[in-house]
């Protein structure tokens, strides 16, 4: 597809479960972003990559998440040992390179730990 | 502590009024995006600025980004239902990572 794709869509998982969540960017751009957004809040940096290195992980709340991106393209947001207030939309972004900070979104992974 | 202030944090007008949102900060940014957002979307990229004292428009919307390039407004002349939506700033601080931070956004509702 040309844009930004996240999956799954939605997720329900218990407390203390480990969840995965993909993030495919549109083909070519270098720069992706990952943040988590609250209902009715503006998006919380978490980790930025600029190819398959992480540039910035200051947003990464502690060391239950981790990403990774080994192949400059596809990225997954883990979360360990999850808690109830890991529970939030999770958007990923891309853009073309790290001086064009255009960023395209996806749909985002709704996260609901129950 | 918010990089980026956006006020108001809620507005509801009815269509057909004009509204300025503002967004601001203490950082200088080497540039500086709007997006919008409706429910259940990630956010869409309106507007990118990049130079001091920069004016853009997009039909009913002007965008200002301030001279110091520490600030930016958003007007919206003459509001219809189908701007209601969640208006976010988002910019890359100069001289830092890169990464893109957002503000807490600002909530419009157009009553028809």
């Known amino acids: 597809g040309a844009g930004v794709s996240q999956t799954p869509s939605n997720k329900v998982t218990e407390k203390g479960k480990y969840v995965e969540l993909r993030c495919d960017p549109i083909?070519?751009?270098?720069?992706l972003y990952w943040y988590r957004q609250s209902l009715g809040q503006g998006p919380e940096f978490l980790i930025y990559?600029?190819?398959?290195?992480?540039?910035?992980d200051s947003g990464l709340p502690n060391d239950r998440f981790f990403a990774v991106r080994p192949e400059g393209s596809v990225s997954t947001l883990k979360i360990q040992r999850t808690e109830r207030g890991d529970s939030a939309v999770y958007l990923c972004a891309s853009s073309k390179s790290h001086e064009n900070t255009e960023a395209f979104f996806g749909q985002g992974t709704r996260l609901t730990v129950v | 502590t918010q990089l980026l202030e956006q006020s108001p944090q809620f507005l509801s007008i009815q269509e057909g009024e004009n509204l300025t949102v503002y967004c601001n900060s203490s950082?200088?940014?080497?540039?500086l995006q709007w997006y919008r957002q409706e429910p259940g979307e990630g956010p869409v990229l309106l507007v990118t600025?990049?130079?001091?004292?920069e004016v853009k428009k997009l039909k009913r919307l002007t965008f200002q980004f301030g001279d110091a390039r520490k600030d930016s407004s958003l007007h919206i002349t003459a509001a219809q239902p189908g701007d209601t939506g969640l208006y976010l700033c988002?910019?890359?601080?100069?001289?830092?990572?890169?990464?893109?931070?957002f503000g807490k956004g600002m909530k419009l509702t157009v009553n028809p």
């Open positions: 950082s200088v940014f080497s540039s």
């Open positions: 083909s070519g751009h270098t720069a």
């Open positions: 988002a910019g890359a601080i100069q001289g830092g990572s890169e990464k893109l931070v």
């Open positions: 990559f600029q190819g398959t290195g992480a540039a910035d």
């Open positions: 600025v990049v130079t001091g004292g």
